[in-house]
């Protein structure tokens, strides 16, 4: 039996608008450490160290909190930062369109309290992480980047699925491998 780090996420391809955005960040001079475009996910739970031997038992978490869910569109829209503009942490694009998100998301951590996962104290507020600021260094450049991109319509896009996923963190980033991928109304992809 062995452990891993685990997080439950929905994958998002990003486009010109997304990526524009990202660039502008990097060329800030703030001292960020950016998501990379290929790992930019919506996090549904974050489950820290995990055993491999209950993989099926979240699978089957999973696949009751979407088993009668087709797939439905979202809308990336808005930036912002976490926990406030004067001590930023976390920059954002915000999610519209979130209430059968926010319904599974319910159903998923439902299903986890019964394997002693503890429930988020907070409301599920969807979102994408974009980059985790180090360094309080031309904070006034990011908030005029995000005041830029505050009201962007970024894109709409298709949800049809939810992946359980392994992160593994090196030295150049984390690498994250799909594990379970439960695709909506047609069940459960081994990902290995």
């Known amino acids: 039996m062995s452990e891993f780090r685990g997080f439950i996420a929905i994958d998002i391809n990003t486009n010109n608008n997304i990526e524009k955005f990202v660039k502008e960040l990097k060329n800030s001079g703030a001292i960020i450490k950016l998501v990379e475009l290929k790992n930019i996910h919506i996090t549904i739970k974050f489950l820290g160290k995990i055993s491999d031997n209950i993989i099926e038992k979240i699978e089957d978490i999973i696949k009751n909190a979407t ?8 809308k990336l829209e808005g930036t912002g930062v976490f926990p406030n503009q004067d001590y930023i942490k976390i920059i954002w694009i915000g999610i519209k369109k979130t209430e059968i998100l926010k319904n599974i998301t319910k159903k998923i951590e439902y299903g986890l309290n019964n394997l002693n996962f503890v ?9 994408i992480t974009i980059g985790r600021v180090k360094s309080a260094k031309d904070k006034d450049k990011i908030l005029e980047i995000i005041e830029k991109y505050k009201n962007t319509k970024f894109s709409e896009i298709l949800i049809d699925s939810i992946k359980l996923k392994k992160s593994e963190l090196t030295s150049k980033g984390p690498i994250y491998t799909d594990l379970i991928k439960v695709d909506f109304n047609k069940g459960v992809d081994k990902c290995n």
């Open 67 to 74: 088993n009668s869910i087709q797939p439905f569109q979202i």
């Open 119 to 127: 429930n988020k104290t907070q409301e599920f507020s969807p979102h």
